[in-house]
């Protein structure tokens, strides 16, 4: 019996969003391709029709998480977001935590360095599109160093909330970096 046209794409995309989870859940050491296929209701075997490598699969999956986590935020902000709405969402404890939206900017900012090339590709294209979405919810123009530096408290304060877990600290990391952005949209 012949699968239909869309079983293929169907099976890359749970493939891509089992790896997305896993990934930015377990970091890239701590998950196989044996867990994401199982995760995707897929067998090993499939794997290699999809992707070259596991890297590569990696790589793809960043994207995929950054959707997610993107989609995830702006399902609770008001329909025409400003900076400060995005930053109270993206810097709270649920996603420090490891909520259901995992920033993979945030949950894997360590583990990139490692990887090869077309992996840290794959992570800047998404922190450069993170900077461009920032850009675009506080109306400035994208050569403005105020939508990185906004990213980089984004993105650093989870990570740094993420690592201290339940001690106190974490918390005030997450409020200092929501009055800096706060200052920064004061200051423009």
Known sequence: MAWSKTHKPQSRQA?????ARLFTEHGYERVGIDEVMAAAGLTRGAFYSHFASKSALYAEAIGVAAIR??????????????LTDIADRYLSR???????????????ATDIHLRNQQVRDAYARVFKGFVSNIAGADKRDEQDTSALQAAVLMVGGLALARALG?????DQVLAVSK?????????S
């Open 15 to 19: 493939i891509l969003t089992a790896a």
């Open 69 to 82: 986590a993107r989609d995830h935020i702006l399902e609770r902000t008001p329909a025409t977001p400003c």
């Open 94 to 108: 649920e996603r420090a935590a490891g909520g259901p939206d995992r920033c993979p900017l945030a949950f894997l």
């Open 166 to 170: 339940d001690d106190p600290i974490g």
């Open 179 to 187: 009055q800096a952005i706060a200052q920064l949209t004061r200051n």
